[in-house]
């Protein structure tokens, strides 16, 4: 139901911009997010954005990630600026879905990430 695109091979100071689309029976998106896990390493928070539009960053993408999302097409997006070799992962997102009267947590499959030195 959640469907992630964008990731790829970029150099070291580059740019990315992943895309995460909802699909199927949808009442209402609350909360859309991305996290990260890096091999060896414990999911992380990168970024979420409420339904409202207001944002929260992990300190370690702020000034550099934004994210943001278009309701009209259930769509939430992470644009990636500036871009270390400690920002190769693998990124999943994340929505809290509503369906009539009931939200689930959903996931991703996740799109790789990998940052050239």
């Known amino acids: 139901q959640l469907q992630a695109f964008g990731g790829g091979l970029v150099q070291a100071g580059g740019s990315l911009r992943l895309a995460c689309s909802a699909s199927?029976?949808?009442?209402?998106?609350?909360?859309m997010g991305w996290y990260r896990q890096a091999p060896g390493k414990q999911r992380e928070l990168v970024a979420t954005?409420?339904?409202?539009?207001?944002?929260n960053y992990a300190d370690s993408v702020k000034g550099r990630f934004t994210i943001s999302r278009d309701n009209a097409k259930n769509t939430v997006y992470l644009e990636m600026n500036s871009l270390k070799s400690e920002d190769s992962s693998i990124y999943y997102c994340n929505a809290y879905i509503c369906v009539l009267f009931r939200s689930n947590e959903y996931w991703g499959q996740g799109t790789l990430v990998t940052v050239s030195s």
């Open positions: 954005i409420s339904g409202d539009g207001t944002t």
């Open positions: 199927g029976r949808i009442s209402s998106i609350n909360v």
